[in-house]
């Protein structure tokens, strides 16, 4: 049996070396990572100790705290004005359309019930904040100001998906298990959920902005990255407790420090962006390793063919969701690749029905399992090379400053 402290040399060790030999191939080094997990789950599973799925959810929510007040630090007022409707949709329509396909599909592929079929369908249809935040931060990088539209666009349309995906996920699964489960007013919670959690994020990001421009000096900048941390720590938390939309917090979070205090916003954005390289290895190596890989083989090509189908009907709520927006035909194009990836809410509730001892539980699993393997590769790839073709309209800015995933994305 590993130590802990053994274990974690080898996925901080392993996954950074993966991922820098899958950048040399000129493949995502993510991609790496999430291969060396798997390969860690196959012959490290019987040395593995128990301890490490204790702490593995609290090391994700983690890594996304980390990246996600990235997110909001990145995004400005002036750039959020133009997109606030079209960021809405994206928001509500590709994930409805894509769960309600699926639905339907998996009634008719896998002869589920309509409550096991939805919560498998809203399961899936949650886009992955872990590999598309990285990518659009990346891009932000690369483009000008003015071309930043359609990065915030994905930003803050992905994270009001997730939470919509969660949640139309809980009411199923409570369906699935119980006929008490009142959908309406579920469903009403929705955006309680959202508003409160906004609220909570503008709430701590005035007491930050506060607390930094009295101390500026007098508090390092390392102090504050601590501060910011433990704040979104705490947001997740109560979040959690209270069902309301932690994660959404943390952008707003984000975003109202960079409104009020910029100096502050960028000294914390560069800070996070190095404890975002250890905790990037940490979080793909873990959705690796969760992964059974027998249960890929189980769900067969069948489950391929109803992810592959929901991409289509998710495009096509993309497509409607952009139908008003400013944006030309290219960048319509890219908001669909970029919403292409799943991996973190797939790996965190795809053993969830097997857990409750669920008939279909095996099934579901192995399907969250292809759906991860198959998607996030793809939409990594089409984000790396078509974003250069498809958000930098000067082609001469477009051989000077490429769009790349860095290294370490």
């Known amino acids: 049996m590993l130590q802990i402290s053994q274990l974690f040399v080898i996925i901080l060790a392993g996954g950074w070396l993966s991922g820098k030999l899958f950048s040399k191939l000129r493949l995502p080094s993510i991609l790496g990572m999430v291969l060396f997990g798997i390969a860690c789950s196959y012959f490290l599973t019987s040395h593995t100790p128990a301890v490490l799925w204790e702490i593995a959810p609290f090391l994700k929510s983690f890594a996304l705290i980390v990246i996600l007040l990235r997110a909001g630090l990145g995004l400005k007022k002036s ?80 994270s009001v998906d997730n939470v919509l995906a969660i949640t139309l996920f809980t009411i199923f699964i409570g369906l699935a298990r119980s006929s008490s489960v009142n959908v309406l007013k579920s469903i009403g919670a929705i955006p309680v959920s959202i508003v409160i959690g906004i609220a909570a994020g503008i709430g701590i990001g005035l007491l930050l902005t506060f607390l930094f421009k009295k101390h500026y000096t007098n508090i390092r900048a390392t102090e504050k990255t601590l501060i910011i941390l433990v704040c979104g720590s705490f947001l997740v938390q109560v979040g959690d407790a209270f069902h309301f939309a932690g994660l959404l917090s943390l952008m707003t979070l984000g975003f109202v420090l960079l409104e009020k205090f910029e100096p502050a916003a960028h000294e914390l954005s560069q800070k996070l962006s190095k404890i975002w390289i250890f905790a990037e290895i940490t979080l793909f190596v873990l959705i690796g390793y969760s992964v059974d890989i027998t249960t890929v083989f189980q769900a067969g090509l069948k489950s391929v063919l109803v992810i592959l189908l929901g991409l289509v009907f998710r495009s096509l709520g993309v497509l409607i969701a952009t139908s008003f927006s400013d944006l030309n035909w290219k960048q319509r194009i890219f908001c669909m690749i970029a919403y292409i990836p799943k991996a973190t809410v797939q790996a965190a509730l795809g053993g969830v029905a097997l857990s409750y001892g669920m008939p279909e539980g095996q099934q579901i699993l192995a399907i969250a399992v292809v759906s991860i393997l198959l998607t996030a590769p793809l939409g990594l790839f089409g984000i790396r090379f078509f974003g250069p073709r498809l958000l930098v309209d000067d082609p001469v800015a477009k051989i000077a400053t490429p769009l790349q995933v860095s290294p370490l994305v």
């Open 79 to 158: 750039t959020l004005k133009k997109v606030g409707k079209t960021a809405i949709a994206m928001s509500f329509i590709p994930c409805l359309l894509e769960g309600t396909a699926l639905t339907f599909l998996f009634q008719f592929f896998f002869k589920f019930s309509w409550q096991v079929s939805g919560l498998t369908a809203f399961m899936l249809s949650a886009v992955s904040l872990a590999v598309v935040v990285p990518s659009m931060l990346e891009s932000q990088g690369k483009i000008s100001e003015k071309q930043q539209v359609v990065p915030t666009i994905i930003l803050a349309g992905a």
